[in-house]
Structure formats: C-alpha cells, structure tokens
C-alpha cells in the first residue's frame, strides 16, 4: 500500500493493520477515517479490493482466519530444487517432503502437554497477567461485566462465548475480558 501511496510506511501500515484487526465496525470505520486524512484516495482502492477480503469485522466471525499465502507458491518455494526431476523421481521427492513434515509435526504433537499450540498457550498466559489488573463483577453464573484499568466495563457470556469488545466472538479464542 505504501508503495501505491504517498506516506510513510510506518503511518500508513499501523492504520491499515489496526483496521484489519478490528473487532467492532466503530473502531473499523475510526481508522479508515484515519487512513483517509492521509490520502482520500486510499478508502476507493480499498473498496474494490472489498472490505470482506482483508478487514476481520467485515468477513465476520465464521472466517476464522484470512489466509495470507498462497497455498501453491508456498510449496513451489519449497520444492525448487525439484522442478526439474522427472515426474516419477518429482511424486518421489513430494511423498518424501511430505512425509518428512508429517513425521516432524508429529513428533512436536506428542511432546505437547496441553491441548493448546505453544502460541496460543503463550497469548493465553499474555492475557492471564494482563487479567488480573481487571475488576470482575458476575451478573449471573455465565455472565460477568468485566471493567479494566481504563475503567471501560464490558460484557462477557461464557455460554455464548462472547464479548462486548468483539475479540472473543471474533478470533474464536478467549479475550483478555473473558480471562479475568
């Protein structure tokens, strides 16, 4: 994007990915308004790419996660030592690699103690510490208003696993509310 428009790639790329990690349509359209006191031209260009396609509030919760590599140039990177075997020496060389990668993954599986990824098992400890800064009230046995050090109150429903600051709803993973 900042190669199409002019300003600093710093201040453009911040809002950009603040607007694609949104979690409500407010905050969304807040730093499009952003993007747009840089250059007005950004939003149109925006717009026909489609907001659905790169915004995470826009594509909705069912989209769990916008794929950002191509599938075929990932294994093309991969495997460009191979383009010039054979294709019998070429489904030898792709069975192996395959194998390889299933054998390692695998292994890491099994040395796993939880039921989490190590990354999502390291955001979830991020969250506890940044959890226990927070104010807890229940309104009933599933249903809490939660109220962080800013003293902004939100509303968490365990049964419906969501938040009112869109992140649980959204990354189909707890948020730092729903921690607390």
Request: charged content about 25%; overall charge positive.
């Amino acid at each position: 994007m900042t190669h199409k428009f002019r300003g600093s790639a710093a201040t453009l790329g911040w809002k950009f990915k603040a607007a694609y990690m949104a979690a409500t349509v407010k905050e969304y359209d807040d730093y499009l308004s952003m993007l747009d006191s840089e250059n007005s031209r950004i939003r149109t260009w925006l717009d026909k790419i489609g907001a659905n396609t790169w915004s995470k509030v826009i594509s909705g919760p069912k989209r769990y996660n916008i794929m950002t590599s191509n599938c075929a140039e990932s294994m093309n990177k991969v495997n460009v030592c191979a383009r010039e075997y054979s294709v019998s020496k070429l489904v030898d060389f792709l069975r192996e690699r395959m194998q390889q990668w299933f054998t390692e993954r695998k292994d890491k599986a099994e040395k796993t103690s939880t039921i989490l990824t190590r990354k999502c098992e390291k955001r979830l400890v991020a969250l506890q510490a940044e959890a226990t800064r927070m104010k807890v009230k229940p309104s009933c046995a599933y249903e809490f208003e939660v109220v962080d050090s800013r003293c902004t109150s939100f509303v968490v429903n365990l049964n419906s696993r969501s938040c009112t600051c869109g992140h649980f709803q959204l990354d189909h993973f707890v948020c730092v509310h729903a921690v607390a």
